[in-house]
């Protein structure tokens, strides 16, 4: 999809000769990325300006996917104070930082703390761009990238590249299967091209320290954060791609919103892959307050017969993992699996990725202020 719209000539022309002044006397720049570039269709074109000008990119988490994470530059999801040093780093200490499409919002960026200084950012909005402060109107975010693409080209060989590779997963040696055993799974169970779709809670936040394989989406919204949202959202992927391999992290919590989309799925015979982190409750919410109060508690369900009440003819496979040598040789099993497959994945009821260790220390430091 791309979005037409005549660009004013003036306004192009006064924005042109704003950015050339940045670009002309920096000796960096990097390139921050977001989730309206990719719903205003400039993936691609993205995709080409950072091949023929390397720059070191990140994007947050809402904007995941959109560039391609196994290219050279890739810094890491940025998240403000949230994020490796060298991701936040290579971001904010270039001389110029291009921000496309980017709308910082309060969990991802771990309560607004992104440190990316006006006078020195070139923000480009789906229909305007913002020099040093300045704004010119009436641009399409397409056409802004076609100028600065031509301009990075133009001064490119005095710029500096200052690499950092994103950050790896965290291990842990606790026994038992924890977050950080299951995120670690995950990471060598992707594949070039999967659509991943994470929930709010400890999968989404679990996500961000991914590094995804090039041509693989993440369906994420921790903008309004709306739980449930993703199980649905899954079962339209699919209906949309059925070709596509769709993988589904959702928590048991928000599971129990919108379950019985199941049974839509598996009567159009979808055969998306489904992890339901069952931590027994809210576990994001426990971290921000609560953590042994009753409204964070939930019901207890046997996850692995829930396919079974929501389908008479059921075409759906289930397991149960315990131990981290359980979660890989099911995902062995069911890596090409042309039927709905739920894995219930039992994790520790306090256990945390760690972004959100760092949103939940930062919200509490606020709350106690
Ligand atoms: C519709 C809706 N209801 C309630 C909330 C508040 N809320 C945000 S996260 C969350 C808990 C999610 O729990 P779960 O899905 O089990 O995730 P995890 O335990 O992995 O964090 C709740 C209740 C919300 N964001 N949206
Ligand atoms: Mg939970």
Known sequence: ????????????QAFRSAAETLLSGARSVSLLADFLADRFGVRQQLAHWLEAVPLPHATLLMGKGVLDEQRYGFAGTYAGEGCAAGTRRVIEQA?????????FTDTITVGFTQQI???KTIDVQPFSVTVAGQTFDALPMSRVIEELQQLCQRYAARWTLDHCQPAPLVTDDRPGLTQNAFWQAIQDFLRPGDLIV?????AAFGAAALRLPSGAKLVVQPL???IGYTLPAAFGA???EPERRVILIIGDGSAQLTVQELSSMMRD???????ILNNDGYTVERAINGASQRYNDIAAWNW???PQALSTACPAQSWRVLETVQLTEVMRLIADARRLSLVEVVLPRLDMPPLLQQVSASLHQRNSA
């Open 238 to 240: 699919q209906t949309a």
């Open 269 to 275: 015979n979808l055969n998306p892959l489904i992890f």
């Open 1 to 12: 999809m791309t979005i037409q719209s005549q660009p004013d000539a003036q306004a192009l």
């Open 224 to 226: 309004w954060g709306s």
């Open 95 to 103: 001389d110029v930082i291009l921000t496309i499409g980017v709308r």
């Open 304 to 306: 692995t017969q829930i």
């Open 198 to 202: 994470a929930e709010q809670g400890t």
């Open 117 to 119: 200084e006006a006078a």
